[in-house]
């Protein structure tokens, strides 16, 4: 999603086991369901006796405890009431924190896609230097209208989430803004795939990839592209971006992963480094962009219908 880039969904698929991010928010999660087992258990109640006593399903007893769901806020104050323990806030506060580094997308947007939008406004004041690689997608700081708007859609109806795809728009397209400040500083590497992947209409890509050359121009925007033909040193797995050096922010299907352990942002600051180092800036960069208007133009229709 980028959902920097969903909220902007833009759907970049993280895959198993290629960021330590990924295991933390495992022990995390196996972590809580080994603390509520302890609970059950001193309590001396049975997997089947507490799902009883809340009116579950005994699975759902099983898949807390052995960290494969995520439970609610009710869960844990109905696990607590059962089992007469005094660990509720406790439980809660870790909870959230797991929440927060694995934020899953139902409930993000559970109040539409322009709320978002405006979470990541007040993250990007507080950044100064903003890093990002995508794959297969234009960052949604770089995005116009009309290539946004595809990109919510996609969201909205693959999430089922509320449809306020017009405010989102104009929500992403004023965090823009942010490009022209002075105090800011934003390095973009993007894949060669991510300007040909028909996402949008053609002509809506055609707009696109005029306005990646506009922003390119910009004095604090540094702009790269991987053509087809670079030698990787790093395989391009996922987009994700770096706000300075506090957080990592990565986008799968189904939740946005939040990182902040400092290994976890030195690994992605040399994954950023070496993608970096294999792309084409300037006069290099604008004659991939116009070799792929060349190929996208014939695709419109001549009366732009």
Not at 24 to 45: F, K, P, W, Y
Not at 63 to 88: A, C, F, H, M, Y
Not at 165 to 183: M, T, W
Request: aromatic share 8%; hydrophobic share 40%; proline share 5%.
């Amino acid at each position: 999603m980028t959902l920097h880039g969903t909220a902007q969904y833009d759907g970049t698929t993280l895959p198993r086991n290629t960021t330590s991010g990924v295991g933390n928010i495992h022990e995390a999660r196996t972590a809580l369901g080994s603390r509520l087992r302890e609970l059950r258990a001193a309590a001396g109640l049975t997997g089947q006796q507490l799902a009883e006593a809340l009116g579950w399903p005994p699975s759902k007893v099983s898949k807390l405890e052995n960290g494969r769901q995520t439970p609610s806020d009710d869960d844990i104050r109905g696990w607590t009431r059962v089992t007469g323990s005094d660990q509720t806030d406790a439980l809660l506060a870790s909870l959230h924190t797991l929440e927060v580094q694995h934020a899953e997308w139902q409930r993000v947007l559970r109040t539409g896609l322009r709320p978002r939008q405006n979470q990541l406004a007040e993250l990007d004041q507080k950044t100064r230097f903003f890093r990002v690689f995508e794959a297969t997608v234009i960052p949604g700081l770089l995005q116009t209208a009309g290539y946004a708007q595809a990109r919510f859609m996609e969201g909205a109806r693959s999430l089922d989430v509320p449809n306020d795809v017009h405010e989102a728009v104009q929500g992403r397209i004023r965090r823009q803004e942010i490009l022209y400040r002075p105090d800011k500083r934003f390095h973009f590497v993007l894949t060669e795939a991510a300007l040909r992947l028909r996402l949008c209409a053609p002509d809506i890509m055609l707009g696109q990839l005029d306005r990646l050359v506009s922003f390119a121009s910009l004095p604090n925007v540094k702009l790269g592209i991987i053509g087809f033909e670079t030698q990787y040193v790093r395989s391009p797995w996922h987009g994700f971006w770096l706000y300075d050096n506090d957080r990592v922010l990565v986008e799968t299907f189904s939740a946005e992963l939040n990182l902040a352990q400092p290994q976890e942002i030195e690994l992605y600051g040399k994954a950023f480094e070496q993608l970096a180092a294999v792309a084409s800036y300037g006069r290099a960069a604008r004659a991939i962009i116009t070799r792929v208007i060349d190929d996208v133009a014939p695709e419109v229709p001549e009366d732009g219908s």
